[in-house]
């Protein structure tokens, strides 16, 4: 689970969320940090960490934030739609909300413990996918990405490290910390994401964006897992956005036509003429993939289930967002119908 992090377009964000939290379970509460017993630090956050931690002898995942490095009422807003959308969202593609409850200093959210660990690790261990591996993973997560659109949610922070693989193989999607409800068509225009992945309308962000940005990282994904790194990359930041904005993939000579085609049409620029939907499912690239059996196929990719080595704490691929400081209000703290608990 990565980094959470604020918007600046934040306005129609209250608003959204205003009616999200008024949809909130509020329950009293039946359990508490004591309840859960800490294992190991899986990963970091912007505003706290994600734990492997027992709780009548299973085992979840809790992401703690805390309430103490929540700075800005939009952080809130993030906070507060991610609680929601966890417990609303129903997909055998993502992980699924057990519990989430507070106490004075943090918020607790609890989901289930998906034991394969991050694609990132798998890529990086690698090198990168054979073809017929990068076609089964790139079909589960648009599969992933049509529930949440479905749902009318935009992913805004699709990466390696917030793809993982079930005990099976299997792809589920996690941490929900920038995503976002769109009403009516609306746009956003938040800055948001993590550099690697970034479309190129996120970048300038002054017309605003919807969901082709989440087929764009779709792209950057399939080209790293092809090639053991994201396209456009640079450890210049300022650099890796010009060239996205103005230069046209450069793909290895071993690739097919197929390909070419696939990657060259989601990392398109002009977010209009991106492959999308039905039109990339029904590219030529997943012409042997059954997406309704996606589930009972077993994955091309094998690796150990028993063990929880494949998490990366710490990675130098993190999100941001561009904003600007708002001063909290005197509820700042107060996170009303936050807790949940699944029936």
């Known amino acids: 689970m990565g980094n959470q992090c604020q918007g600046r377009d934040e306005e129609k964000t209250q608003k959204s969320n205003k009616a999200l939290t008024q949809t909130m379970q509020t329950k009293k509460p039946k359990i508490s940090i004591q309840d859960f017993k800490k294992i190991k630090k899986l990963g970091q956050g912007a505003y706290g960490s994600v734990f492997l931690v027992d709780y009548k002898s299973q085992q979840y995942a809790m992401k703690e934030i ?7 009422e939009s952080t809130k807003n993030h906070i507060e739609s991610e609680r929601q959308i966890l417990s609303q969202t129903k997909s055998q593609y993502l992980v699924e909300l057990k519990y989430a409850f507070q106490d004075d200093k ?22 990168y996918f054979n ?73 300038t962000s002054s017309n605003g964006y919807s969901f082709e940005v989440d087929y764009y990282s779709l792209g950057c994904i399939i080209y790293e897992m092809l090639t053991g790194k994201p396209p456009f990359y640079s450890t210049n930041k ?30 398109e620029i002009d977010p ?27 994955p091309p990719y094998n690796f150990d289930s028993q063990t929880s080595r494949y998490f990366e704490q710490f990675t130098n691929k993190t999100a941001f967002i561009i904003t600007q400081s708002i001063k909290p209000n005197k509820n700042f703290l107060e996170f009303p119908g936050f807790t949940y608990e699944k029936n």
């Open 272 to 298: 209009q003429q991106r492959l999308q939907g039905n039109q990339l499912k029904e590219h030529t690239f997943f012409e042997d993939i059954n997406f309704d059996e996606l589930r009972s196929v077993k």
């Open 66 to 72: 805390a309430k103490s490095r929540i700075q800005r």
């Open 238 to 267: 300022r650099q890796m956005f010009q060239d996205r904005l103005n230069k046209q993939v450069q793909l290895p000579d071993t690739f097919d036509e197929t390909v070419r085609s696939l990657i060259k049409g989601l990392l």
């Open 106 to 127: 943090n918020l607790y959210l609890i989901v289930n413990y998906v034991k394969g660990g991050e694609l990132f690790y798998h890529i990086r261990e690698a090198g």
């Open 131 to 203: 073809l017929e591996v990068c076609k089964f993973y790139s079909a589960q997560i648009f599969m992933a990405l049509q529930d949440l659109h479905n749902q009318n949610i935009i992913y805004r922070d699709l990466k390696p490290e917030n793809i993982l693989l079930d005990e099976k193989g299997h792809v589920v999607l996690t941490d929900f910390g920038l995503c976002k409800q769109l009403l009516n068509d609306e746009l956003t225009k938040s800055m948001c994401g993590t550099p690697e992945y970034l479309a190129p309308e996120v970048i």
